[in-house]
């Protein structure tokens, strides 16, 4: 073998190292990542009451710290002046799982009686969500999913 080959191998292993290197300490500086967000809203029904579940999957390399969840109508004053991330931070919190890997899933239920529901504007509603890693890390969706109280 050449030893033109032999340095070209070892100057080509060497730049691959490199850039896994790079890569890994790039991944542990990356912010939350939120996917699959979903919302139902059941109303109330008679002498039973009804449910607002919210659900996503959250991708932490550094571990995932909090996830706080915030459902707000289209036709209030928070349309004007959607939630910031700092407000957030005072959110209710979603209970997480691990569902492997870097990924958690979490989700945040909440019961709706009829007295609840009757002060619900109607119309679309938007969900907010900030979820927080370990290293202080966030990301941030103040309209994640969508969905509609009738």
Avoid: N, Q
């Avoid at 050449?2 to 500086?29: E, K, N, Q, T």
């Avoid at 039973?48 to 459902?71: I, P």
């Avoid at 007295?115 to 309209?143: C, E, I, N, Q």
Wanted: charged share 20%; net charge neutral; hydrophobic share 45%.
């Amino acid at each position: 073998m050449s030893r033109r080959i032999v340095l070209s191998a070892v100057a080509g292993a060497a730049v691959l190292a490199g850039a896994g290197a790079f890569a890994l300490a790039y991944a542990g500086d990356a912010a939350p990542v939120l996917g699959h967000g979903t919302a139902r809203y059941t109303a109330p029904h008679g002498d039973r009451d009804g449910s607002f579940a919210f659900s996503t999957e959250v991708t932490a390399a550094s571990g995932l710290k909090s996830v706080k969840v915030l459902a707000w109508p289209e036709k209030s004053e928070l349309a004007k002046k959607p939630p910031t991330a700092a407000e957030m931070t005072r959110a209710e919190a979603a209970r997480c799982e691990p569902a492997g890997g870097d990924t958690e899933r979490c989700a945040y239920t909440v019961k709706v009686t009829g007295a609840d529901a009757s002060s619900f504007p109607r119309g679309s509603w938007h969900v907010a969500v900030l979820a927080t890693d370990k290293d202080g890390a966030t990301a941030f969706d103040a309209k994640a999913v969508d969905f509609t109280v009738g």
